[in-house]
T-cell receptor
Framework: AQKVTQAQTEISVVEKEDVTLDCVYETRDTTYYLFWYKQPPSGELVFLIRRNSFDEQNEISGRYSWNFQKSTSSFNFTITASQVVDSAVYFCALSEASQDQLIWGAGTKLIIKP | DAMVIQNPRYQVTQFGKPVTLSCSQTLNHNVMYWYQQKSSQAPKLLFHYYDKDFNNEADTPDNFQSRRPNTSFCFLDIRSPGLGDAAMYLC????????????????FGPGTRLTVT
């Protein structure tokens, strides 16, 4: 069965600190895709990244970076020099190839204090 | 800007009184989704459409129905809302993954928060 675990329910850090959000997944498929979405207090979910199971290169986008490790079935998300605007709930999700449905993690609420 | 629009943003209905939530998109995406999201939980998929081809999740209650009259619009009907149906309802769209077998990212609307009194 497919499953996504985000063990951190809530994280609180002070602005400018680095913070890592953990995501661990389970799947029997050899081809799968991992996603991160951000849900700010306004409620609208925003896509951040998609990664396929054959691409283990880490990705960096500005202050955001993602570490994909198949050996540990993890796809962790790091925010460097956090800002108050990063405060949101972050969801990790999993999808099989050719499937549009997502298996969602429970989400991690990130609070950035000024 | 291309987007997903949901109306109304807030809806109050009475217990048992039918309610319809609407969603429209200007992205021309083939796939549309309806999610239910309760407080501090992940979104839960209710239905999705490939064009007009309707797909119901196995655990979606019969109380929930949906219509997609054209590519741009999709509706969620709750026939007899109960207190447990109070939630945020999210509409999303994406391109169709079936040809390339790569799931595309989903674009979400701002949601409709439903209150049942």
């Amino acid at each position: 069965a497919q499953k996504v675990t985000q063990a951190q329910t809530e994280i609180s850090v002070v602005e400018k600190e680095d913070v890592t959000l953990d995501c661990v997944y389970e799947t029997r498929d050899t081809t799968y895709y991992l996603f991160w979405y951000k849900q700010p207090p306004s409620g609208e979910l925003v896509f951040l990244i998609r990664r396929n199971s054959f691409d283990e290169q880490n990705e960096i986008s500005g202050r955001y970076s993602w570490n994909f490790q198949k050996s540990t079935s993890s796809f962790n998300f790091t925010i460097t020099a956090s800002q108050v605007v990063d405060s949101a709930v972050y969801f990790c999700a999993l999808s099989e190839a050719s499937q549009d449905q997502l298996i969602w993690g429970a989400g991690t609420k990130l609070i950035i204090k000024p | 800007d291309a987007m997903v629009i949901q109306n109304p943003r807030y809806q109050v209905t009475q217990f048992g009184k039918p309610v319809t939530l609407s969603c429209s998109q200007t992205l021309n995406h083939n796939v549309m989704y309806w999610y239910q999201q309760k407080s501090s939980q992940a979104p839960k998929l209710l239905f999705h459409y490939y064009d007009k081809d309707f797909n119901n999740e196995a655990d979606t209650p019969d109380n929930f129905q949906s219509r997609r009259p054209n590519t741009s619009f999709c509706f969620l009907d709750i026939r007899s809302p109960g207190l447990g149906d109070a939630a945020m309802y999210l509409c999303a769209t994406s391109r169709d993954s079936r040809v390339v077998e790569i799931p595309y990212e989903q674009y979400f609307g701002p949601g409709t928060r439903l209150t049942v009194t």
